[in-house]
């Protein structure tokens, strides 16, 4: 079965401190998707990156970077010199090729808070 | 462009009545997803539309729940006999295609069943 865990329910930092959003997901499948959303307090789910099963490449983008290893089923984000503006709950989803539709499995997400 | 639209953004029902809840996806968008989001399950999938057709509803909670969607672009959610456990943010989110594909979300409609 399909899951995802995100076993960091609250994380506090101070601003410009780095932060790992921890990801695990469960799949039989040998084809999927991993996603990133973030939900800031005005709670509209906003996409923030997608891998898909075959690429490992790690990405950047500005503060944000994402690290895909398939070894440990993992997708864990890291936020470079974090700032207030990331206060928000960072989901965490997959999606497999055979399910109609590719309906988003969410883990529980994660809140992260960061203090000026 | 425009994104995701839902109305209404927030509603109060009493138990027992019935509520629709629209969603109106982003231009051209294919298909369109359902998920309830609350506090006890997280975020949950309710239903899938390619087009008007909708292949996958596993995700319906019971049979008071059902939903429709004309003309490949608006849908409608719709809770019959609402019960206080149907209290929640119901979100819509749209995508150009199935497999894949990013979703993007609109910002939700809150449903209070008193």
């Known amino acids: 079965a399909q899951k995802v865990t995100q076993a960091q329910t609250e994380i506090s930092v101070v601003e410009k401190e780095d932060v790992t959003l921890d990801c695990v997901y469960e799949?039989?499948?040998?084809?999927?998707?991993l996603f990133w959303y973030k939900q800031p307090p005005s709670g509209e789910l906003v996409f923030l990156i997608r891998r898909n099963s075959f690429d490992e490449q790690n990405e950047i983008s500005g503060r944000y970077s994402w690290n895909f290893q398939k070894s440990t089923s993992s997708f864990n984000f890291t936020i470079t010199a974090s700032q207030v503006v990331d206060s928000a709950v960072y989901f965490c989803a997959l999606s497999e090729d055979n399910q109609a539709g590719t309906a988003l499995i969410f883990g529980k997400g994660t809140t992260l808070s960061v203090s000026s | 462009g425009a994104g995701v639209s839902q109305s209404p953004s927030n509603k109060v029902t009493e138990k027992g009545k019935d509520v629709e809840l629209r969603c109106d996806p982003i231009?051209?968008?294919?298909?369109l997803y359902w998920y309830r989001q609350s506090l006890g399950q997280g975020l949950e999938f309710l239903i899938y539309f390619q087009g008007n057709s909708a292949p996958d509803k596993s995700g319906l909670p019971s049979d008071r729940f059902s939903a429709e969607r004309t003309g490949g672009s608006v849908s409608t959610l719709t809770i019959q006999r609402t019960q206080q456990e149907d209290s929640a943010v119901y979100l819509c989110a749209s995508s150009s295609g199935t497999v894949g594909v990013e979703q993007y979300f609109g910002p939700g409609t809150r449903l209070t069943v008193t």
């Open positions: 231009s051209g968008h294919t298909a």
């Open positions: 799949t039989r499948d040998t084809t999927y998707y």
